[in-house]
């Protein structure tokens, strides 16, 4: 399957990041509830059909079973994650490949 952005529906170019998210809440809420840069990755992989566990941004730097870091080029549907909050070494998701030129 080809992924562009002609792939992705509407409702996930609409969807606004949620200023109040607690960070240090215990479980991810849903992108329904409260939404974030986790569970809006999570939901845009889960709609083409990847899923996998619900992580905390910084248990993906962790993670060996699930996840890979990328080394090389970067395919559809990769994501981006970035260092958050210098002085507390949070690391936080920020955007899922979609194409060559393009990220959501």
Request: glycine share 4%; hydrophobic share 30%.
């Amino acid at each position: 399957m080809e992924y562009t952005s002609d792939a992705i529906p509407a409702q996930f170019w609409r969807i606004k990041y949620d200023q109040d998210h607690d960070g240090n809440a215990p479980l991810l809420p849903s992108i329904s509830e409260s939404p974030n840069c986790q569970n809006f990755a999570y939901a845009l992989l889960k709609h083409f059909g990847y899923e996998i566990s619900p992580f905390r941004s910084s248990d993906l730097w962790e993670d060996t079973q699930e996840t890979v870091v990328v080394t090389g080029k970067l395919q559809a549907l990769d994501c981006f994650y970035s260092t958050g909050h210098r002085t507390r070494g949070e690391r936080t998701l920020r955007s899922t490949w979609v194409t060559e030129r393009q990220s959501i």
